[in-house]
């Protein structure tokens, strides 16, 4: 199980550490690629932060992340990574040197073999760079990996890239980008129950205000529940046939069991089509049946 150090003065007794720093939000292809390229003879570790610096520094900013810390604690596991130290990035922490930084966080942890991508910054004022960093590393006798960028046709990939085709409804190139579906995970909640009268019985979640929510309409999605992953009907949105509130809303195809209170997986695939207002709940309902066709058809279900 990987262990979570959120304290830059805790450090870890081990004979050596291969550690891989940055915030990795989404754990995108590039970050991947970054982790696996430090990798070596020394348990495997990550460097970030619990919170994104750019929404500490601007507090206007509207910088939302591609996944929880759970959800990034859980698949930095799943990459055999033991280590996680998962900073407050605070005023303190702000105003920290790069050479502090350097100390606290990587001397201090006998760091062997350090790992970033091209572009990372790092102290007070983003004044680190990675020419400073090989410098400090040499200075120690750190071993330090620069991940070259990881394109996809011709475009860098970042986080920011991916929100950017999310809010657009591109989920497929997100998933490109990703090299995996965007997912939420949350809570189930009870709903106006609405969809059951109409034959679709939904799951409703709500979504943590700093996660990205993807362009609102109709997705084929993929929902986890229980270990199981089913095919599914996902609607982003506040339902203008309804007038009701923004939520996030599944129709599990081939399920039909009571979940309120339990944790679902939602894995956004396609994109459908976007928000539409009906004339009534009948029209309403056509539709919506016409979706989960579609999402039948497309994974060969009769």
């Not at 696996?36 to 970030?48: F, H, K, M």
């Not at 998933?175 to 939420?184: A, E, H, K, T, V």
């Amino acid at each position: 199980m990987i262990k979570v150090i959120s304290d830059i003065d805790t450090n870890v007794a081990e004979d050596g550490l291969c550690a891989a720093v940055g915030f990795f939000d989404g754990l995108h292809r590039g970050h991947r690629k970054i982790i696996e390229l430090c990798r070596g003879e020394y348990p495997l570790a990550v460097i970030s932060f619990e919170n994104q610096p750019a929404a500490f520094i601007n507090s206007q900013s509207t910088a939302h992340k591609l996944m929880s810390n759970a959800e990034k604690e859980k698949l930095l596991g799943e990459m055999g990574v033991e280590y996680l130290f998962s900073y407050l990035f605070d005023e303190k922490m702000r105003n920290t040197s790069a050479e502090e930084f350097f100390e606290k966080a990587i001397v201090k942890n006998n760091v062997k073999r350090l790992a970033c991508g091209f572009n990372f910054r790092f102290g007070k004022g983003g004044c680190g760079d990675t020419e400073l960093l090989r410098k400090l590393c040499e200075e120690y006798g750190i071993t330090l990996l620069i991940g070259d960028a990881e394109t996809e046709d011709g475009e860098v990939i970042s986080s920011t890239l991916i929100k950017k085709y999310l809010y657009k409804g591109d989920a497929k190139k997100a998933s490109q980008l990703l090299g995996r579906d965007f997912y939420i995970t949350g809570i189930v909640a009870e709903g106006k129950k609405l969809g059951r009268t109409l034959g679709f019985p939904t799951a409703n979640v709500y979504v943590p205000s700093e996660i990205v929510v993807p362009k609102w309409g109709v997705y084929e999605s993929y929902t986890t529940v229980g270990g199981v992953r089913y095919p599914s009907v996902t609607n982003i949105g506040n339902n203008p046939t309804i007038g009701e509130d923004i939520r996030v809303e599944s129709h599990i195809i081939g399920f039909d069991g009571d979940i309120y209170g339990e944790e679902i997986k939602i894995e956004f695939h396609d994109y459908i089509r976007g928000e539409m207002k009906f004339s009534g709940i009948e029209e309403l309902a056509a539709q919506v049946h016409k979706d989960i066709d579609t999402v039948k058809e497309r994974n060969g279900i009769v």
